[in-house]
T-cell receptor
Framework: AQTVTQSQPEMSVQEAETVTLSCTYD???????LFWYKQPPSRQMILVIR??????QNATENRFSVNFQKAAKSFSLKISDSQLGDTAMYFC???????????????FGDGTTLTVKP | EAEVAQSPRYKITEKSQAVAFWCDPI?????LYWYRQILGQGPELLVQ????????DSQLPKDRFSAERLKGVDSTLKIQPAELGDSAMYLC???????????FGPGTRLTVT
């Protein structure tokens, strides 16, 4: 079974600064996807960024980037130029690809609550 | 922009009563997920559908929970009888296919008293 660990329950950052959220996972799979999802207070969860395990290049999406270390099974999220709207709970998720279906099973970490301070 | 719809948004029920949640995924999304999210934790998959077929229900407490997606479109999750430990947020999500991005609904917050 896959496990996802987010070791930082809470973090805070000053507006305009950079913050990195940590995520490690455990799997024997070679092909999988990794995701960071954002869940703002009282709002629905949305995808922030996705990384395919077969790609060596780290994914970037505007101010969000990841540091994917496959051998170390580490997948951290860097948020640059933090904004007040980035305040949310962030979940790291692992998706195992199952070849006989169209979509895989996701395992989520317990989240990191990020507060951006003005 | 298309969204996943869920109802009700909030539900308070007494222990031993039956409760049902409804989810309407984004049109064209073949895969539908039901998750349970306990406060302060990540979502835990309860059941996954591919069209009308159950792909994974290994974490679904089948003695009290049931889920269906009869026409491969909207879905219902039922709990009977509800227990105090079922108090949680129930999230529905859908995805188009193998690329895996899941679109989440706003969730149903269940309180069992």
């Amino acid at each position: 079974a896959q496990t996802v660990t987010q070791s930082q329950p809470e973090m805070s950052v000053q507006e305009a600064e950079t913050v990195t959220l940590s995520c490690t996972y455990d799997t024997s799979e070679n092909n999988y996807y990794l995701f960071w999802y954002k869940q703002p207070p009282s709002r629905q969860m949305i995808l922030v960024i996705r990384q395919e395990a077969y790609k060596q290049q780290n994914a970037t999406e505007n101010r969000f980037s990841v540091n994917f270390q496959k051998a170390a099974k580490s997948f951290s999220l860097k948020i640059s130029d933090s904004q007040l709207g980035d305040t949310a709970m962030y979940f790291c998720a692992f998706m195992k690809l199952r070849y006989n279906t169209n979509a895989g099973k996701s395992t989520f970490g317990d989240g990191t609550t990020l507060t951006v301070k003005p | 922009e298309a969204e996943v719809a869920q109802s009700p948004r909030y539900k308070i029920t007494e222990k031993s009563q039956a409760v049902a949640f409804w989810c309407d995924p984004i049109s064209g999304h073949a895969t539908l997920y039901w998750y349970r999210q306990i406060l302060g934790q990540g979502p835990e998959l309860l059941v996954q559908f591919q069209d009308e077929s159950v792909v994974d229900d290994s974490q679904l407490p089948k003695d009290r929970f049931s889920a269906e997606r009869l026409k491969g479109v909207d879905s219902t999750l039922k709990i009977q009888p509800a227990e105090l430990g079922d108090s949680a947020m129930y999230l529905c999500a859908s995805s188009l296919g193998i690329m895996g991005e899941q679109y989440f609904g706003p969730g149903t917050r269940l309180t069992v008293t």
